[in-house]
């Protein structure tokens, strides 16, 4: 498995794409995802391929991949412009030699006719295939997609190759906030990154063991730790959770290829 974070925690309030690839390398991360939830510094607008190319290069120097676009939420009010919105977003994942953009479905239940989000997001996934990238599903608490079989019953009614699911161990699970042994191979299939909210009521013990589970069942992909539930002053303890991370999945059998920066 490999280890990344979100530009929220690494520059907090700051839109500046060169410092926050200084500070995942001096955190030895793979990788770096590129935050765009509402709450985010950066957006469709100001974010273009055309302005991308100075962090980049800076990224590539570094050997730090870009690794997502994260966070990108879809109410389903103005169907349009999310078309066009999403497809802004898999350019410039694109154009930045991102494969995924992590979606997220900001509406409660009921708000907005499901048929209204699929529409956007069949759309979408079939403009991502022609130019290679993914997107992914995460379910979130209190909206229309707040679960795994939520999740799995979108991407499968969708029925795309390039759709899958971006999952959190410490939020979402089939039964009672905890992830059984099953789960692991039920998602292994969908799964696309793996994504860890930090906060001081996370199980951390549940969250090895998902973990586990989950590089047992064959994934070797992107661990990204996000920035919610973590304020700015808290940076001491993600960079301390980052360690943490970094420790036990070389624990548990990974072939570390951290950055050298």
Request: aromatic share 6%; charged share 25%; glycine share 6%.
């Amino acid at each position: 498995m490999k280890l990344a974070s979100t530009t929220d925690l690494l520059i907090p309030d700051s839109g500046d794409l060169e410092l926050a690839v200084h500070k995942a390398c001096e955190r030895g991360l793979d990788g770096m995802a590129i935050s765009v939830t509402p709450a985010s510094f950066f957006n469709m607008e100001n974010l273009k391929p055309g302005s991308s190319l100075p962090f980049l290069q800076h990224a590539r120097h570094h050997k730090l991949q870009i690794m997502c676009l994260y966070g990108l939420t879809l109410f389903g009010k103005e169907p349009e412009a999310e078309k066009n919105c999403l497809k802004k977003a898999i350019c410039f994942s694109h154009a930045v030699g991102s494969e995924l953009v992590s979606l997220r479905i900001g509406v409660k239940p009921g708000e907005a006719p499901m048929e209204v989000i699929k529409e956007i997001i069949s759309d979408a996934a079939d403009f991502a295939e022609d130019l290679d990238v993914c997107l992914g599903i995460e379910p979130v608490k209190d909206t229309a997609i707040d679960s795994l079989s939520a999740a799995l019953d979108l991407i499968d009614s969708v029925d795309s190759t390039h759709l899958g699911l971006v999952y959190d161990p410490a939020l979402h699970s089939f039964s009672d906030e905890k992830m059984p042994m099953n789960a692991a191979e039920v998602i292994k299939s969908y799964l696309l990154m793996i994504v860890l909210s930090p906060s001081d009521e996370r199980n951390v013990e549940e969250t090895h063991k998902a973990l586990l589970l989950l590089h047992k069942a064959g994934f070797e992909d992107y661990v990204l730790v996000n920035a919610e539930g973590h304020m700015a002053h808290h940076m001491s303890e993600a960079v301390d959770e980052f360690a943490g991370l970094k420790a036990y999945l070389t624990e548990i059998g990974k072939e570390d290829r951290f950055s050298s920066c």
